[in-house]
């Protein structure tokens, strides 16, 4: 474990989820090949220039933004999770679509009027994967709304006294990494709490949306462009003014979630320790291995965690299954995951759904990758 990246998707892990209603146009597969080749050799003005070409020449602004930047992003985080770029690769090249998402902005073809309401558009607190959401609301402009966009990491206290000094007409909030959910819960309940309904997107809310509706939201999308098409069919349903959804959770009176994130620390230190002795070779690291040892195990209780909150055995096997893949790819045997759940298991014996979660991932693990269980055969 310690010589993998951090178990969490960077900024390019997510940019686009799979579309139930994307449109493609027949010649847009060449186009994001040749943005494609632009980003990954970090050439910016090539890239920029490669996106206000096909403006020039007609393609609209829409299917520049998602059928090409947002194709070319997707595939940053597929080379990423391959280990074909770097962490810092990934952010240039994260950082080159934003600024070609901007060129896209100011082109002629893209100015429009707003004709229609007023929607914000934000990330969850303590979510940095900014560009899904940028998407969203350039597209939203395009088709007429007035469009507030906040970008990433947004408290939920500034979000809310912006609500109340726009009027917005609805919220939408976006999400990438799942362990943003009980934070992106408590955004959703105060939207709603002033009357304003809440539409989200973004992997962190689960294949087909399903945590978006377990968490009380009024609206998902799959993506940018289901989001625009869901916003302008009807418009959401103001709430009412005391609308609550927490008591939607009552798996969480066993304060098995509480107890999991207030005692994170305590738990990744004393599971480190543990699995030095289990792990014998991980003795022999070195001060950044270990720190990045306990990084991985950080991340792994923090999913715990948020799959306590959901009560949902999948969300966290999910995860340890795509780090058993990412290390892999960077050719590290994952034989030390499945000792570090059976240590995290021990010392939250006295937590049935947490100890049900462990064993179910251990089981999945130790079936879907041998090595994982030790055997190297």
């Not at 933004?65 to 070319?72: R, T």
């Not at 100011?106 to 229609?116: D, G, L, N, S, V």
């Not at 919220?171 to 955004?187: D, K």
């Not at 979630?257 to 004393?270: E, I, N």
């Amino acid at each position: 474990m310690s010589t993998s990246s951090p178990p969490r998707p960077p900024h390019a892990g997510h940019a686009k989820e799979p579309a139930e209603q994307v449109r493609h146009p027949g010649h847009a597969k060449e186009p994001a090949e040749q943005v494609w080749h632009a980003v990954s050799a970090m050439d910016e003005y090539a890239a920029t220039e490669l996106v206000l070409r096909m403006l020039d020449e007609g393609t609209a602004p829409e299917d520049v933004l998602l059928d090409v930047i947002a194709v070319v992003q997707s595939r940053v985080g597929e080379e990423w999770a391959a280990d074909r770029i770097s962490v810092a690769q990934e952010h240039a090249a994260t950082a080159i679509n934003d600024r070609a998402v901007t060129a896209v902005s100011m082109h002629p073809t893209a100015r429009t009027t707003a004709t229609r309401g007023r929607i914000t558009v934000a990330c969850v607190d303590g979510e940095w994967h900014a560009l899904p959401a940028r998407l969203l609301a350039e597209v939203l402009k395009l088709r007429g709304w007035h469009v507030d966009y906040l970008g990433a990491q947004v408290p939920t206290p500034h979000l809310i006294a912006h609500l109340h000094h726009t009027r917005a007409d609805a919220v939408a909030l976006s999400g990438s990494i799942a362990t943003r959910l009980p934070t992106a819960h408590a955004a959703i309940t105060a939207c709603q709490a002033v009357g304003v309904p809440v539409i989200v997107g973004g992997a962190a809310f689960g294949p087909r949306g399903r945590y978006a509706r377990l968490l009380g939201a009024d609206a998902w999308a799959p993506e940018a462009r289901a989001a625009a098409d869901h916003l302008a069919r009807s418009p959401l349903p103001r709430p009412q003014p005391d609308h609550q959804q927490f008591d939607d959770l009552p798996h969480l009176a066993d304060q098995e979630y509480t107890t999991v994130a207030r005692h994170s620390a305590t738990l990744v230190g004393t599971v480190l320790t543990a699995l030095q002795d289990t792990v014998p070779a991980l003795r022999a690291h070195n001060d950044a291995q270990r720190e990045r040892t306990a990084e991985d195990l950080a991340h792994i209780v923090e999913f715990l965690a948020t799959a306590l909150y959901l009560d949902d055995d999948e969300l966290f096997t999910r995860f340890i299954t795509w780090t058993a893949q990412i290390l892999a790819a960077r050719g590290v045997p994952p034989h030390s995951l499945p000792p570090a759940l059976d240590l995290l298991a021990r010392e939250l014996h006295d937590f049935p759904r947490a100890t049900r979660i462990l064993k179910a991932a251990t089981h999945t693990l130790t079936t879907a990758h041998p090595t994982a269980a030790g055997n190297t055969a």
